[in-house]
């Protein structure tokens, strides 16, 4: 009976040394709204949905919720160090919806998540690229240049790219909020179905 709190003090410290591959991977979402889950219980946004998702089919990952609403790509390239202290092994990369609704200029948009990548790889980490999509109001060409930076990123740095977070949901007023631009909780489950199978294989491939 004595010999029980050394026994505890060394389990303890065994777990302690365990490396983060057999503690399961760590994931960082990092993104503005539509990844904080703007209007949404914390338990409903796109993050703990999508580590529910993953821990049900067996990957015991932990999804880090790191959107903050409006922010744009330069507000993430200016937080990054920062979530990057959470020393992930993937991290999903959603940001650049609030600078086309802004009308930001799509190079100023490519810099910033160009650096982004670069030191999120730099950290060690890999990276998931999830693409956005301009509104048509700014015009064909601004459309053009700005949809087209997501695949040319990819190209640039070999990370893999979910082409748009919205697929499936964008427009439908079933899947989102009254605003018409947050996904409700039918929305975020549609993403998660769909996001979810890339996100397992990138987490396979790396155990």
Not at 79 to 101: C, H, I, M, S, T
Not at 105 to 129: C, E, K, M, S
Not at 163 to 178: H, I
Request: charge should be neutral; charged fraction near 25%.
């Amino acid at each position: 009976m004595k010999r029980r709190p050394a026994l505890s003090l060394a389990l303890v410290l065994c777990l302690s040394a365990l490396p983060a591959a057999a503690r399961g991977p760590r994931i960082l979402a990092f993104g503005d709204s539509l990844t904080a889950g703007l209007g949404l219980p914390e338990s409903e946004a796109l993050p703990a949905r999508l580590e529910a998702r993953l821990r049900r089919d067996g990957i015991a990952a932990t999804v880090v919720n790191a959107g903050v609403s409006g922010d744009t790509t330069a507000g993430g390239l200016a937080r990054l160090d920062w979530a990057l202290a959470e020393k992930p092994d993937l991290v999903l990369l959603e940001l650049g919806a609030n600078d086309a609704l802004r009308g930001t200029d799509p190079a100023t948009v490519r810099a910033n998540l160009d650096a982004i990548i670069a030191r999120i790889q730099a950290a060690g980490a890999r990276v998931l690229l999830i693409g956005m999509k301009a509104p048509s109001n700014w015009g064909e060409a601004y459309e053009r240049r700005f949809d087209s930076l997501y695949p040319e990123l990819a190209r640039r740095h070999n990370v893999p790219l979910y082409p748009f977070l919205l697929e499936g949901v964008a427009m439908d007023p079933q899947l989102n909020q009254p605003d018409g631009l947050h996904p409700n909780e039918r929305g975020v489950a549609v993403i998660v179905d769909r996001l979810a199978p890339l996100v397992e294989q990138l987490v396979e491939a790396k155990s």
